[in-house]
């Protein structure tokens, strides 16, 4: 079974460009949640999405959304981007089943902002 | 609200030495425990969890936790440690009906020969 997939591993934007990251869950997981993991603030809870909807959101500015297909598919999407956006973010699916919070992580994408 | 307490930011520990990593979290309900470990460049892998029942729950790679609900800690345990423990272990929690976790800020394990 294959894991939960993450696009891209890295990448690179300056100051007020805008991103999308990409996530594919472990087949048969329908929620998806994001995390942003960096250096100074450890793991922050980002959004969750659970059937093509959000069912709970962090504390983010607007500029963070997010979105999730039908094939339970996610992405996020970071707009006006900020030095302080660099960061590690890290998708996790689950099955939602007795919603025991248990979660199955991609390797992330890096994104560096200059 | 919840929250979660690493102790020790890092720890160091010869090879085959025993080793205990501290978490205490507080919450007003009933919980889920979670320890997770990040190899450098890599997400996050469970390693154990607690969910209910016994308070001793074992994991993979032979590490162990212990629920303590009385002291609201789920320490992170392991008899003997090898050179490929050295990673980052979170502790996270997960209480009522939300769907997130919170995590610690982590701890930095660091096995030397």
Redesign the interface.
């Known amino acids: 079974k294959a894991g939960v997939t993450q696009t891209p591993r890295y990448l690179i934007k300056t100051r007020g460009q805008q991103v999308t990251l990409s996530c594919s869950p472990i087949s048969g997981h329908r929620s998806v949640s994001w995390y942003q993991q960096t250096p100074g603030q450890g793991l922050q809870f980002l959004f969750e999405y659970f059937s093509e909807t959000q069912r709970n959101k962090g504390n983010f500015p607007g500029r963070f959304s997010g979105r999730q297909f039908s094939n339970s598919r996610s992405e996020m999407n970071v707009s006006t981007l900020e030095l302080g956006d660099s960061a590690l973010y890290l998708c996790a699916s689950a099955t939602d089943r007795a919603n025991t919070g248990e979660l199955f992580f991609g390797e992330g994408s890096r994104l560096t902002v200059l | 609200a919840q929250s979660v307490t690493q102790l020790d930011s890092q720890v160091p520990v010869f090879e085959e030495a025993p080793v205990e990593l501290r978490c205490n979290y507080s919450s007003s309900v009933s919980v ?1 425990l ?1 320890w ?1 470990v990040q190899y450098p ?6 390693l154990l ?1 607690y ?1 209910s029942g016994s308070t001793l729950v074992k994991g993979i790679n032979g590490f162990e936790a212990e629920f303590n609900k009385s002291q609201t800690s789920f320490h992170l345990r392991k008899p003997s440690v090898h050179i490929s423990d050295t990673a980052e272990y ?1 502790c996270a929690v ?1 209480s009522g ?10 701890t930095r394990l660091q096995v030397t020969l």
């Open positions: 889920y979670f997770y460049n890599q997400g996050l892998q469970l969890k969910l979170f997960k009906t939300a769907s997130k976790l919170t995590f610690g800020t982590g």
